[in-house]
């Protein structure tokens, strides 16, 4: 039986926050031994459950001191016997430590460095402070995210990190196979700003081919066009009234078929919905007739219903939904399980591909702080029980 | 110097995706592999789409086909067709990787399925993004990227509590799945280095879009909370949108507070925020809604990008909440040359797309060719490389094969 993808290859992780510990977590699921170098303590809360189990799992963690001299040379150290480093710093901790890629290639010259900043390496505003939210605003997510006339509301959490984390692990893994195939490493600087912003193509697009200025698309179809396309509210589940359904009906033939799916009433037949181009000028007023349909049905059973006369409907989901209902996720075991070491289970989320061979796969639950410290130390780099003692005495690595 | 070759220059992609899938095959012709849209012969739908170069809509015109296909060569073939679907087959033995986006079960009907693939070439990958995966109860229901963002919790947390929710600008349903999707292509192809075999990768847009909602089903399965929607608030309650004077500016409490509260009462606004409590962090996300509200009346008589200056000379993290027409006179992007230019000949005019979403100095992102014509490479890869006569090229046009 093959191995897992990765299998063999060895990541030495600073990355911290959300975005870099996506892209080592995706290296880590296909196979990657992923060793996180920490500091201790490290912050407050749970890191075996949440979102914190979820972004470190299948990974290694040692505590090495990098304020100590002694802990800058077990990282690099670590770093001759590392195939790739990656670290979402600015430009200037890791050549601090002369653990950038100049001066690793040195010793290493086949070491991948990829460093996710949140601007860059280079450029007037290398040195500016980010996190997703500040890096979705800077790109125009923020502003275009908005009900009209309203205040942006933008994400109500980090796409931007998550982008940021899958471009990582591509750019990785892109940097892994020119390796394979070159034998020559490289250094990757990834700008998680120019990552989120490559995500709004058309839209640049259409600014530098056509000048035109972007509005919030609202809930305007940003591909085929459609009407309806929307989200409508549907009738209350138990006490929550915060119940929606998201309708995209696009061609005339699928126009047909929604009027048929839901009784097939008066207004449908109505000249001013006739066909697409009209449905989309007068959509105001069809959403609100669509509307007094969903809700007088549960999302779920108007989405069933819908769904069976082909057309495209999903109910606008909660965190209930997706982690415990959605009969869909619950079917194909998206959801994975990692035993804690108190001997309980936790739920993480699940890797969105299923191969028929060996892919990535959910193992080990997030591991607390330097408890591969023995391993590392030991195994890897030759310290002897005494010598990481002695490390810890002079406070170079943390127990 | 020569510029060296791209990481993934020698392999050859088919991508027989619509604008579902699109943006997967695009990551890997940035990096070199050759990849060969198969389109229709009437066009992939996605050129219909818009928006359209000066607003007038043709398939060679739609700036949405051509944010997602730039580098890539374009074959039209009619795939339902007998004679159409063994070109394919024939394609395939020396390609790859496939990338199809079609319905569950449709590339089986046209004769290109998994075990018929893996049976002309044992060494191919074929990924298959589809919107729920080839699998379980909603195996073949529809969907658009916005019904994805519904099922996979994209949209819930999005927007303020009780109002409608607000969608996010792109189709990021789709995004997140392409990204998963050459991840996972790119890890076949170290497991086929290994054992020289192929494999099917079933990806699920609806799974893809939950794994790209960061914080939904960790406080689910952490805390057993439902993540509501919070407005402007960030969910993490360290950031919110606030109106300077000329525009929005998005707060930050996560940089260093001492500097921050120096400079709210310097200016004679910090209220109580100069007590001792609210140094610790954890304290400032409790009482998030107050901090905001005082941060907000001090910041209204700031210019965002005056207040933006001396934030970043301070380390603190805020950010202006700009138009997304703002990037194209933004420094950064510039000094880094994010923005490219590209030749569209047949126009006369060269246009700017968005760059590298990373820079690499050993194999680095390029243009190679722009968005290709509707059936551009049609002979060049018939009859150049798969050897076919013009008769037969003829015949197959005359046919609406090609």
Redesign the interface.
């Known amino acids: 039986m093959?191995?897992l993808?990765?299998e063999g290859?060895r990541v030495l992780d600073f990355t911290w926050v959300?975005a870099g510990p996506?892209a080592t977590r995706?290296l880590a699921d296909?196979g990657a031994e992923v060793i996180k170098l920490e500091r201790k303590p490290g912050p407050?809360g749970?890191r075996q459950?949440?979102?914190?189990?979820?972004l470190h799992r299948n990974k290694l963690s040692i505590a090495v001191n990098m304020a100590h001299t002694r802990g800058i040379e077990i990282a690099r150290k670590l770093a001759q016997r590392s195939d790739l480093v990656i670290d979402n710093f600015s430009a200037r901790v890791m050549r601090s430590w002369g653990m950038d890629y100049a001066s690793l290639s040195r010793v290493k010259p086949d070491i991948i460095c990829v460093s996710m900043s949140g601007?860059?390496h280079?450029?007037?505003?290398?040195?500016?402070?980010?996190?997703g939210?500040?890096?979705?605003?800077?790109?125009?997510?923020?502003?275009?995210?908005?009900?009209s006339g309203?205040?942006?509301?933008?994400?109500?959490?980090?796409?931007a990190?998550?982008?940021g984390g899958?471009?990582?692990?591509?750019?990785a893994?892109?940097?892994?196979?020119?390796r394979?195939?070159?034998g020559?490493?490289?250094?990757?600087?990834?700008?998680q700003?120019?990552?989120v912003?490559?995500?709004?193509?058309?839209?640049?697009?259409?600014?530098?081919?056509?000048g035109?200025?972007?509005s919030?698309?609202?809930?305007r179809?940003?591909?085929?066009p459609?009407a309806p396309?929307?989200?409508y509210?549907c009738r209350p589940l138990g006490d929550d009234d915060?119940r929606?359904?998201?309708?995209?009906v696009?061609g005339q033939a699928e126009w047909d078929r929604f009027v048929g799916a839901i009784g097939s009433p008066a207004w449908a037949y109505d000249a001013k919905f006739r066909t697409l181009y009209v449905r989309t000028r007068n959509s105001a007023e069809l959403d609100a007739n669509v509307s007094r349909w969903t809700i007088e049905r549960v999302a779920e059973e108007a989405m069933e219903r819908l769904?069976r006369a082909?057309?495209?409907?999903?109910?606008?989901?909660?965190?209930?939904?997706?982690?415990?209902r959605?009969?869909?996720?619950r079917?194909?075991r998206?959801?994975g399980t990692v035993r804690l070491p108190d001997g309980s289970n936790?739920?993480?989320?699940?890797v969105?591909?299923?191969?028929?061979?060996?892919?990535?796969s959910i193992r080990s639950p997030s591991p607390p702080i330097g408890s591969a410290n023995g391993f590392v130390l030991g195994e890897l780099l030759g310290y002897s029980a005494a010598e990481q003692d002695a490390l810890i005495a002079e406070k170079a690595i943390w127990p | 110097m020569a510029i060296?070759p791209g990481?993934?220059?020698?392999l050859r992609v088919l991508d027989l995706t619509d604008?579902r899938g699109q943006l997967c095959a695009r990551?890997m012709a940035d990096?070199g592999a050759d990849v060969i849209k198969v389109e229709p012969p009437a066009g992939d739908?996605a050129r219909?789409?818009g928006?359209f170069?000066?607003?007038i809509p043709h398939h060679d015109r739609s700036?949405?086909f051509?944010?997602?296909n730039l580098n890539k060569r374009s074959l039209t073939l009619d795939l339902t067709r007998p004679r159409g679907a063994e070109i394919l087959r024939t394609l395939a033995r020396s390609a790859d990787v496939v990338i199809e986006s079609s319905k569950p079960g449709r590339i089986r009907e046209m004769g290109l399925g998994?075990e018929e693939l893996r049976r002309i070439n044992p060494a191919l990958i074929l990924l298959s993004i589809a919107s729920?995966?080839q699998?379980?109860?909603?195996r073949d229901?529809?969907?658009?990227?916005?019904?994805?963002?519904?099922?996979?919790?994209m949209?819930?947390?999005?927007?303020?509590p009780?109002?409608?929710?607000?969608?996010?600008?792109?189709?990021?349903a789709y995004?997140?799945?392409a990204?998963?999707?050459?991840?996972?292509t790119?890890?076949?192809?170290?497991?086929r280095?290994?054992?020289g075999?192929g494999?099917?990768?079933?990806?699920?847009?609806?799974?893809?879009t939950?794994?790209?909602?960061?914080?939904?089903?960790?406080?689910?399965?952490?805390?057993g909370?439902?993540?509501p929607?919070?407005?402007?608030?960030?969910?993490?309650r360290?950031?919110r949108?606030g109106k300077c004077r000329d525009g929005?500016?998005?707060h930050?409490t996560?940089?260093d507070w001492t500097s921050l509260v120096e400079w709210v009462a310097g200016d004679g606004k910090a209220k109580d925020l100069t007590g001792p409590e609210w140094q610790d962090v954890?304290y400032r996300a409790v009482h998030a809604e107050h901090l905001f509200d005082v941060l907000d009346e001090w910041a209204k008589d700031y210019n965002r990008d005056d207040l933006l200056d001396r934030a970043?000379a301070l380390?603190?993290?805020?950010?202006?909440?700009?138009?997304?027409?703002?990037?194209?006179d933004?420094?950064?992007?510039a000094?880094?040359g994010?923005?490219v230019e590209v030749e569209h000949p047949e126009l006369g005019r060269s246009?700017?797309?968005?760059?590298?979403?990373?820079?690499?100095?050993?194999?680095p992102w390029r243009v190679y060719r722009r968005p290709p014509l509707i059936g551009e490479h049609t002979g060049q890869i018939l009859r150049g490389e798969l050897n076919l006569d013009s008769g037969e090229l003829a015949e197959m046009a005359a046919e609406g094969i090609i």
């Open positions: 093959a191995g993808p990765l290859i959300v996506v995706i296909h407050p749970s459950t949440g979102l914190q189990g979820d601007l860059g280079t450029g007037p505003r290398a040195n500016y402070v980010s996190y939210p500040t890096l979705q605003a800077l790109s125009g997510y923020t502003l275009l995210m908005t009900e309203g205040e942006p509301a933008g994400y109500g959490y980090s796409y990190d998550m982008a899958y471009t990582g692990a591509l750019a893994l892109m940097a892994l196979w020119n394979r195939r070159t020559r490493g490289q250094f990757v600087d990834l700008s700003f120019e990552a912003v490559s995500l709004i193509g058309p839209s640049l697009l259409d600014i530098a081919v056509n035109r200025d972007q919030p698309p609202g809930y179809s940003q591909e085929l459609a396309h929307g989200v509210r915060d929606w359904l998201a309708i995209a696009r769904q082909g057309i495209a409907a999903g109910v606008v989901s909660n965190g209930a939904d997706i982690c415990e959605n009969p869909q996720l079917a194909r998206f959801w936790a739920n993480v989320t699940g969105p591909t299923k191969t028929s061979a060996q892919g990535g | 060296p990481a993934l220059d020698g604008c990551l990096m739908l219909r789409i928006p170069v000066d607003g700036l949405f051509w944010f997602y998994w729920f995966g699998t379980g109860p909603y229901f529809e969907a658009d990227d916005t019904v994805l963002s519904a099922l996979g919790g949209l819930y947390v999005n927007g303020f009780g109002r409608q929710p607000v969608r996010p600008l792109g189709l990021q995004h997140s799945s990204y998963y999707g050459a991840i996972a790119l890890c076949a192809l170290f497991a280095d290994r054992d075999l494999q099917w990768i079933d990806l699920s847009m609806q799974e893809a939950a794994c790209a909602v960061e914080h939904v089903a960790g406080s689910y399965f952490g805390e909370r439902i993540e929607r919070r407005g402007t608030l960030h969910w993490s360290y950031f949108v929005y500016i998005m930050c996560l940089g954890g970043q380390r603190l993290p805020f950010a202006t909440v700009r138009k997304p027409e703002a990037l194209f933004d420094e950064q992007l000094a880094r994010y923005f246009f700017r797309y968005p760059g590298a979403p990373y820079l690499m100095n050993g194999s």
